[in-house]
């Protein structure tokens, strides 16, 4: 099973950028997904998650200017609004899943650039 996000950029305070995490491989069925994001210098810090639901949390940090979705085909997105500075990291998603013989895994993908100047 593989992640693969995508979006990443260079931006301005202010911008907006929707991010996208495309899982593929032996999948029965994706539970929770979650952003995370390691900014230089400080430890990797959970931005959100969304349950097989659709229920969703945030990090106090983002509430307000990020959302997070996922649609029915395994890709997750993140919208994020009035980017700051202290946004800029290495976004990566994680997925919690069952995989095609119903073994309970779970799967970083490699993370995408944030650069957002001020």
């Known amino acids: 099973v593989q992640l693969v996000e995508s979006g990443g950029g260079l931006l301005q305070a202010g911008d907006s950028l929707r991010l996208a995490c495309v899982a593929s491989?032996?999948?029965?069925?994706?539970?929770?997904m979650e952003w995370h994001r390691q900014a230089p210098g400080k430890q990797r810090e959970l931005v959100a998650t969304?349950?097989?639901?659709?229920?969703t949390n945030y990090a106090d940090s983002v509430k307000g200017r990020f959302t997070i979705s996922r649609d029915a085909k395994n890709t997750m997105y993140l919208q994020m609004n009035s980017l700051k500075p202290e946004d800029t990291a290495v976004y990566y998603c994680y997925a919690k899943y069952y995989s095609d013989s119903y073994t309970y895994l779970t799967v970083w993908g490699q993370g995408t650039l944030v650069t957002v100047s001020s």
């Open positions: 491989g032996n999948i029965f069925s994706i539970d929770a």
């Open positions: 969304i349950s097989h639901s659709g229920h």
